[in-house]
């Protein structure tokens, strides 16, 4: 265990030790300040020697985790984590005596809200207990998240200190708080929440005067030192004393919040801005909005147990029914009823009238600082009249949709969790010890949950009632998506039953537009991709681009589909999965091949013609562009290309398997193949060869199998996988050959040669280039002949044969020129550059790569790019220009690490 609340000690044989160390303690208090997450390499050297760490700090900074490690008796690692940006200490509440007293500062406060006054006492008493000496951390050296975790912790045990005197009051022991308050008030002068306490047990305890006293020296103060007037609830008591009224209870105030969520993480930017929001400004409204399942209805009762103290008169809490699947939503009146009741008011000053309830309630909440949480509201009137209208009274409402005709109301739009808050949910269901033994899955269960925290609670709860699974097997439960939703079913909560609610208030109106925003609901399912456009959507659809854009509107509104930019739109990967359901149950199979057919008919044509925009030369993109979307230009080409690649992909990989859709897979694979490979996306190119190849097989199809097993080979030659990619070839060129297919055997067998380039067997290498040569100049195609020659240049180079590697460069240059081909001339080019600089001829070499690097950025080519960058690197190094030589190679570095294949 270990204490921060006085100086930092560690528990050790039942004998606590501070930790005397200066950088080992520094260390520690950072790891707390940021417990139950990573703290980075970067930010401890930081923390523990600020902005000019010596040479040796990382050294250091492992060895003082070892250290650390065997004072707390952690040779595992389990408490002190390793993690791949830096380290993560793991302690839970009995593990930390700062954990321990928020727990009881918590608990006492539920109790205190509960008016059981005695036990809250007790519980605060034992929370302030546990604090040592002078302030947490002490003798830590004040970095800015030291700062922050002392503040942190200082305001909780100033709000004990207040939750005690509260209880006391409550318990009617006035006169014997008194000796503690004037101490509490001498030491925090300015804090108007004492000085109302201290009033009030004046009061009580028969001293008026005293009390208004203590109200007159607060005004001075304030005056003096702020320039400001008491608040409201100090003001509000001195009138009572005044009055008379002032020995009323101190808890006739309504409390319905429900409990606050005991494994709430995350949403700290949403907590900030609703905390800043609701108490500050007149009559604050702050309206969260968001899909089903997102947190709202958590995110608005945590945010308001964290404002409560903000509220002295109290929390009203309100479900409104308007997601609650059987249940009708709540008519203002009826709320207004409750809440009335709540207030204190008696059935026979209800009244009946709506104008003249809701004029009553605003009375009431006039001069009163009252929270009111309106869950779940369906719409702007259900909650127009139950908000503030004025004063200083604050409401949170959550809906699906945002109530727009509340002017007033601040929007906070919800998405799903970040990853790290997404494993935290989880980790806070499951426990760390299961986490941190398996974090891959950790990270791939909360991304088959789509980070949605209702998903992520289901499956973290399933996984708390079975001990004995393994992380892995609830990840291998939801990877079938046929099955996904079921599995995200636990007792009453339900993924499936959440997202209904949405969909079932367009599928059951009487509103045509309704319906057929229903009907393109359960059509996008159909997609594989989880992006769309509004082009995409009329192709799928069939209506006019106008109506079904009013349709997508219809479904962002209902929080069905949201809009990531301008024209583009995203269905959240479980959303899709229950659409599919839906079209699967109400749409007839007919008209579900007929959409996915015009979806694929799209989406190949309107990538061939994207292809022969960015690329004119490349002949894998010939053929028929009818029924594409309209673009012109390369720069057009290529956008579209950049922005539909993962639908792309998505489209390939879903219709691999399918008799009737794999021609998509086969033809998509050949018009990207070369776009992926100059763009460095190799991983993508062997995956979509290998979908490639699926389909082949599927349908039968030899000659498309070879050329699928030729483009994973190419592939894996650059990822670096040459015994794999020699496999592949291998094959592809066995099938080629049975087929007599020379044009297939000349690309497949130049590849071999750059596979035994690569294995450094460089006869057999060039014996490969020059048969492939051979190929291509008796077929004709001369665009293969300028590639062969300027790779086999390449080997010629590795086998120490300068002479013969220039000319091979400068022959493929001279007949790619004759081509007209920039994109390839800009690499022959770079490759020829290398050349002259390995054969000494380095004005040459810089020129000729200068002249490179120029046509690579022209035309978009980034290898080529990276290989011209290189070439001058190499050039400026051999002339003993460092730094020039540096700055190439660093960016040709950048090109190369954006490709994931670092040189």
Known sequence: ???????????????????????????????????????????????????????????????????????????????????????????????????????????????????????????????????RGDGALAGVTATLAVMAERDRLEAALLAAHEGRVEAELGCRRHREILPALDRLVREHPLRE????????????????????????????????????????????????????????????????????????????????????????????????????????????????????????????????????????????????????????????????????????????????????????????????????????????????????????????????????????????LVGADRVIREREAAAELVRLCGHLPLAIRIAGARLARRAGWALQTMVDRLTDERHRLDELASENLAVRSSFDVSYSSLADSLDVRDLAAARLFRLLGLLDGGDLSLPLAVVLDGRTPAEVDRSIQRLVDGQLLSSTAPGRYALHDLLRLFARELAEQFEDSTDRVAARRRVAGWYVATARLAGQLAAPEDPRCAGDTTGALSLSGDRQGQQWLESERPNLLAVARGAAGEPEFAWVTIELATILRNLLDINGLWDDMAELADWSWTAARTVGDRSAEARALNDHGGANIRRRRYDEAARQLHRALAIRTALRDESGQAATVGNLGLVYRHLGRHDKAIGYLENALELRRRLGDRTGVVRTLDNLGLVLGDAAQPSRRITCHEAALSLVRQLGDQRLEGLVLSNLADAYRAGGSHARAITTAREGLRICREQRHRAGEAEALRALGTTHLALGDRSKADEYLLAALRIDESFKDPQ
């Open 193 to 428: 929440e004492f000085r109302r306490q201290q009033m009030l047990a004046l009061y009580r305890s028969g001293r008026q005067a005293d009390a208004l006293a203590a109200y007159q020296d607060l005004r001075r103060k304030l005056v003096e030192a702020l320039g400001i007037e008491p608040g409201t609830p100090v003001q509000q008591l001195h009138r009572e004393i005044l009055d008379g009224t002032g020995s009323q209870p101190a808890h006739a105030t309504p409390w319905q919040l429900p409990p606050d969520l005991l494994y709430f993480t995350g949403r700290a930017d949403e907590l900030a801005l609703l905390g800043a929001r609701l108490t500050s400004g007149p009559a604050p409204v702050v309206a969260i909005s968001g899909p089903g399942g997102i947190g709202k209805s958590a995110l608005a009762i945590h945010a308001a147990h964290a404002v409560a103290r903000a509220f002295p008169d109290g929390v009203l809490y309100v479900d409104l029914h308007g997601a609650t699947p059987g249940l009708s939503p709540l008519e203002p009146q009826a709320v207004l009823a409750r809440f009335f009741r709540a207030l204190g008011l008696s059935a026979e000053q209800i009244p009946d009238n709506r104008d003249e309830a809701v004029a009553l309630f605003r009375s009431k909440l006039a001069g009163r600082r009252l929270l009111v949480v309106l869950d779940n509201a369906i719409a702007a009137d259900q909650v127009r009249s139950l908000v503030p209208a004025t004063g200083e009274s604050a409401a949170i409402i959550t809906c699906r949709e945002f109530p727009a005709a509340l002017d007033s109301a601040t929007h906070l739009p919800l998405s799903g969790l970040s990853e790290q808050d997404a494993i935290g949910q989880l980790t806070a």
């Open 1 to 131: 265990m270990i204490r921060i609340l006085g100086s930092l000690e560690i528990r050790q044989n039942d004998d606590w030790r501070p930790l005397t160390a200066a950088k080992p303690r520094q260390l520690l208090a950072a790891l707390i300040c940021r417990s139950g997450s990573a703290v980075s390499v970067e930010r401890l050297l930081d923390e523990v020697w600020g902005e000019h760490p010596p040479a040796t700090a990382r050294q250091l900074l492992h060895g003082y985790v070892a250290t650390l490690r065997r004072m707390l008796g952690d040779t595992d690692g389990v408490a002190l984590v390793t993690t791949p940006s830096g380290y993560e200490l793991v302690v839970g509440p009995g593990g930390l005596d700062s954990l321990r007293f928020l727990d009881l500062v918590a608990t006492g406060g539920r109790l205190l809200r509960e008016e059981q006054f005695e036990h809250a006492s007790a519980t605060f008493a034992e929370a302030i207990a546990c604090w």
